[in-house]
């Protein structure tokens, strides 16, 4: 049970750190999805996954990715909502409070949105896949998303 624990945080972990370095929201290019979904299926090829678990795990790519445009725009929205809330010389905070409420709503279904892909993912993988997965990853997260110093 403590070792499980220990897993799904540390899968937590590296989705948050994917979550802090992602580019800023409507920034993030089609190119850098295409090549995302790209390293998935080559890593999945290499972890020689089951044809059908693999179908599963593309599926399931492409459902929370369809989910997430949605969730990104009223996200985009939000943000945009409350600028333009602060921006007035005397801002209500009535609403401000309800567009920050708003606000954070969107960023917890935006986090939980790739919290529960990565769930889906692992419960069709076994604890080795698992972790070469994750590792692939997190490989692939520092390669594209850090800055080179």
Known sequence: MKGRLIFKLGALTTILSFL????????????????????????????????????ALLAAEEKYGDARQQIVATLKKSKEDLQAALAV????????????????A???????SFKDELNEEMALMSPL???????AMERWRQDMCLPVH
């Not at 960023?107 to 939980?112: A, D, G, I």
């Not at 896949?129 to 590792?135: A, D, F, H, I, R």
């Open 20 to 55: 802090l370095v992602f580019p800023a929201l409507g920034q993030v290019t089609e190119d850098l999805g295409k090549k995302l979904s790209e390293f998935k299926a080559k890593t999945l090829k290499e972890l020689k996954i089951a044809p059908d678990k693999e179908k």
């Open 106 to 112: 969107a960023q917890h279904n935006l986090f939980n």
């Open 129 to 135: 896949q698992q972790g070469k997965y994750l590792m």
């Open 89 to 104: 010389a005397n801002p209500d905070e009535a609403k401000i409070k309800e567009l920050v409420k708003t606000f954070i």
